[in-house]
Structure formats: structure tokens, C-alpha cells
């Protein structure tokens, strides 16, 4: 009997954690996401809210084959063994009322404690609960949606050029978000806000979404992880069988099978990895 051996372009985790997809608008990565998809596995894969766009969907629907596609994808790794957990977000909120709930083999959740392979405990929610814009001002956050869309909205043109030019992709939204003081002050204040929500749950760590920016870091002893999206970044945390955890940023298509191999994450690359060991406090 031949044995056919395991996908050498496919990574394999304990845990993937995605957030932020945004399925309903123009500027989701449906592509990227689906190719991501294609060459990583994981025992469980967390997604951290925001993966349905229902704002924008009332607003005027919009759901290509793609956004299809990736559905399916998920849908079909939940019936190969793949544990699927669905914490909704605010975009996706309709889904609150159905905590404990299962859809095709997707379990629906406010929030979960998830103990690392390292023993570690993290919350995991999708953080929109600590925006006091989207709590307490919707109408205001509504607003400011829209303007966000018009910054997603010169990505497009700059993607356009960029891939002309054989270059990867890049956001600019994302980098004009980080030049402005007030959005910096924001994410800075979020990070405390949703770490001390962790410590209040006397949880080693917290991982989250909703603010779009990806990162592994230590705050006040409480190790916060922001899985990041898929509309400006394209961003991931996967989390090894020792508990290590690693943000992967899917900047290209892997057209080829070179393309999943490891890279500095200070050089251009298709796919570059920040990696954060169990022992780094």
C-alpha cells in the first residue's frame, strides 16, 4: 500500500485564531483569506468576530463567489474535525443571540477562556464591548464606517498599481491610521482596557479584534494579542503544539509552493511570521 505523505506546503497548528473579515464588503481579502485557508490547518480555529459584515450588508448586499468560497472552506475543515468557535463581533452581532448554538458544525460563543498548549489561560471576545464609540454613540461610529470605507476605498487604487508593479500588497489605510495621533491615543487606551477585562478573569492574556491592529505584546504582566483582519492587513495568530504564538501576515497569493516557506519578517516577503515563545514574558 502507498502512503501518501502530508502536504509540505501546508502548516499545521493547535490553534488559528481570525478576526475582522468583513464578508459583505468591497474591501474584504476574500482571496487572500481563502488562500491562507489553503495552506494552514489547525485543531481549532477560533474566529474573533467581525467575519460577517451585516452593517454593510443592510446597507447595500454585496457577496461575490468568493466570500462563498471562503464560507465553504471553513465550513468543509468543520467537517474534516476542525473545531470551529464563532465569537460574533458588532458587525456581526445578530449572531449574540444564538451563545451555545451550533450551525454546521460552527459553535457560537460571546467569549471563551482558551488554555494554551503552555498552560496558559487567555480570553478570547472581539473587544467592540471596550470601544465607547460603538457602545455608547452608534450613530457616530455609523459615521465614522464611512469614512473608513473611503480610506479602504484609495487601497483599492494603490493595490491596483502595486500588483501592476509586481509588488505586494500594502494598506495604505492602515499606515495613514498609524500617523494619526488620536487613532494611536485609541488603540493604545483599547489595549489597556481589554488587558485589564483579562486580569478581572484571571487570565494570563487576552486575544481579541475588532480595532484592526495586529500585534503580540506584553502589557502590566498580561500578554495581549490582537489577531488583527482581512482588510487592511491580512493578519493571523496561530498558536504552536507547545503554546508558542506567532502572527503571520498573508501579504501575496501563494502562487507557487515556495510561497509558504518561512521568511525574516524584515524583508519582503509573501508571508512573514513574528513569532512569540511560551518562555517570553
Given amino acids: 500500500m502507498t502512503v501518501t505523505p502530508a502536504d509540505p506546503d501546508v502548516r499545521h497548528f493547535r490553534t488559528l485564531f481570525i478576526s475582522d473579515v468583513h464578508l459583505g464588503s468591497k474591501a474584504a481579502k476574500a482571496d487572500f483569506l481563502l488562500d491562507f485557508l489553503r495552506h494552514h490547518e489547525a485543531e481549532t480555529i477560533v474566529l474573533v468576530g467581525d467575519i460577517v459584515d451585516g452593517w454593510r450588508l443592510k446597507r447595500n448586499w454585496y457577496w461575490p463567489q468568493a466570500f462563498n468560497d471562503v464560507t465553504q472552506k471553513i465550513l468543509r475543515k468543520a467537517r474534516k474535525g476542525t ?24 459553535e457560537v460563543a460571546e467569549r471563551m477562556i482558551h488554555e494554551g498548549a503552555d498552560g496558559r489561560r487567555y480570553l478570547v471576545l472581539h473587544g467592540d464591548e471596550f470601544d465607547v464609540v460603538v457602545r455608547h454613540a452608534r450613530m457616530v461610529a455609523y459615521l465614522g464606517d464611512w469614512a473608513y470605507d473611503a480610506a479602504i476605498a484609495i487601497n483599492v487604487v494603490f493595490a491596483a498599481i502595486r500588483r501592476r508593479l509586481g509588488l505586494p500588497y500594502w494598506s495604505f489605510s492602515s499606515w495613514a491610521k498609524q500617523q494619526v495621533k488620536s487613532a494611536v491615543n485609541f488603540i493604545g487606551e483599547f489595549q489597556k482596557v481589554v488587558v485589564e477585562e483579562a486580569r478581572r478573569n484571571n487570565a494570563d492574556g487576552v486575544i481579541c479584534g475588532h480595532i484592526h491592529h495586529a500585534v503580540i505584546t506584553e502589557i502590566d504582566g498580561i500578554r495581549y494579542i490582537n489577531s488583527g483582519d482581512w482588510v487592511e492587513s491580512c493578519t493571523a495568530i496561530a498558536e504552536h503544539h507547545d503554546g508558542e504564538m506567532e502572527l503571520i501576515t498573508w501579504q501575496t497569493m501563494a502562487s507557487r509552493p515556495a510561497a509558504v516557506l518561512a521568511v525574516s519578517h524584515q524583508m519582503p516577503a509573501i508571508e512573514t511570521r513574528e513569532r512569540v515563545g511560551a518562555e517570553a514574558a
Fill in 83 to 106: 473545531r470551529i468557535v464563532y465569537i460574533p463581533g458588532n458587525h456581526d452581532e445578530f449572531l449574540r443571540d444564538f451563545p451555545g448554538t451550533h450551525f454546521g458544525g460552527v
